[in-house]
């Protein structure tokens, strides 16, 4: 069975400084997914990044960045120069893959996510 | 374009009654999920839809549970009869290729099962 771990239940830094989020999974299929979402006070779940188990090429979004490294089954997501804004739940998530028939079979499967905030 | 809608965003009810709640996916998205959240078990799928058929229903947690989906633009969950412990807040999201494509969340509906 596939397993999320967010270690980090919470975190708290000051504006500016730069946070990083672990994530650990476990899956025994070669190809998978893996996600990032926040949840910010409001409530609503944000997609952040979708990411395949073929591609381990770091991905750079503005102040947000992704570390994958298939060899420790790590899934790092860091905010460098954190604002207030940030301040939310974020969760790692990994959805396997079967495809059947033209259906596409599989779990999202999300860690317990990690309590970020940032202090002005 | 509009995203995933979900009605209502709060419900409060008394133990025993039914609790319908209503999602309408992402225009062309072939499948929608239903999740559920709670401080204990974190977020859960309850169940999928692909092209308004149920493809895994695993998750849903007991026969009080059930879901529908009648054609591509709606969906609903219902909780009959209701308990305490299914207050929860649930979500629905769709995606165009399944669970391992990116599925983008409604609201959420914050039930309370007083």
């Not at chain 1, 989020?21 to 997914?33: H, K």
């Not at chain 1, 990411?51 to 994958?68: A, L, T, V």
């Not at chain 2, 309850?46 to 092209?51: E, Q, R």
């Amino acid at each position: 069975a596939q397993k999320v771990t967010q270690a980090q239940t919470e975190i708290s830094v000051v504006e500016k400084e730069d946070v990083t989020l672990d994530c650990v999974y476990e899956t025994r299929d070669t190809t998978y997914y893996l996600f990032w979402y926040k949840q910010p006070p409001s409530g609503e779940l944000v997609f952040l990044i979708r990411r395949n188990s073929f591609d381990e090429q770091n991905e750079i979004s503005g102040r947000y960045s992704w570390n994958f490294q298939k060899s420790t089954s790590s899934f790092n997501f860091t905010i460098t120069a954190s604002q207030v804004v940030d301040s939310a739940v974020y969760f790692c998530a990994l959805s396997d893959h079967i495809n059947a028939g033209g259906t596409s079979y599989g779990k999202l499967t999300f860690g317990q996510g990690t309590i970020l905030t940032v202090h002005p | 374009d509009a995203g995933v809608i979900q009605s209502p965003r709060h419900e409060v009810t008394e133990m025993g009654q039914e609790v319908t709640l209503r999602c309408k996916p992402i225009s062309g998205h072939d499948y929608l999920f239903w999740y559920r959240q709670t401080m204990m078990r974190g977020l859960e799928l309850l169940i999928y839809f692909n092209n308004n058929v149920p493809i895994d229903d695993s998750g849903m947690p007991e026969d009080r549970f059930s879901a529908k989906m009648p054609n591509a633009s709606f969906s609903t969950l219902k909780i009959q009869p209701s308990e305490p412990r299914d207050s929860a807040v649930y979500f629905c999201a769709s995606s165009y290729g399944g669970p391992t494509d990116t599925q983008y969340f409604g609201p959420g509906t914050r039930l309370t099962v007083l």
